[in-house]
């Protein structure tokens, strides 16, 4: 979710410098929240800034540099591996347990190949 501009936050607090009415009519006014309107005049008054705070970086990668490598290793030796068996195979190393999901995101940032060895049932046609 992207911040609110540094414009609007100007004049959020320009019309309540006005007098225009109050937080919760400014915040009705251009169409945020309240909330937001309160934290915007907290952050004023402790830092002298409107300024939105700069992207935290999100969580963590719970799959590290070596457990990468043993996904590349792994894919390298049984290209068809499927995610349960990477997973497996991450769990006997480094006793992590990781979800197919990150597995499936790993792989992709990785840039692996994820072909599979072609699949086909026989064909069970009864006669008679």
Request: with cysteine; net charge positive.
């Amino acid at each position: 979710m992207t911040p609110y501009s540094f414009d609007l936050r100007q004049k959020i607090i320009a019309a309540l410098g006005r007098g225009v009415g109050s937080q919760r009519a400014v915040a009705d006014l251009f169409g945020v929240s309240l909330s937001f309107v309160e934290r915007l005049l907290q952050r004023q008054r402790t830092t002298g800034t409107l300024a939105p705070r700069p992207h935290a970086g999100g969580p963590a990668r719970c799959l590290d540099e070596a457990d990468e490598r043993v996904i590349r290793q792994r894919l390298e030796q049984q290209p068809d591996s499927t995610l349960d068996e990477l997973g497996e195979s991450i769990a006997q190393q480094s006793g992590k347990s990781v979800s197919r999901a990150t597995l499936g995101r790993t792989v992709q940032r990785l840039n692996l190949p994820r072909k599979k060895r072609p699949f086909t049932r026989p064909s069970v046609t009864r006669t008679g």
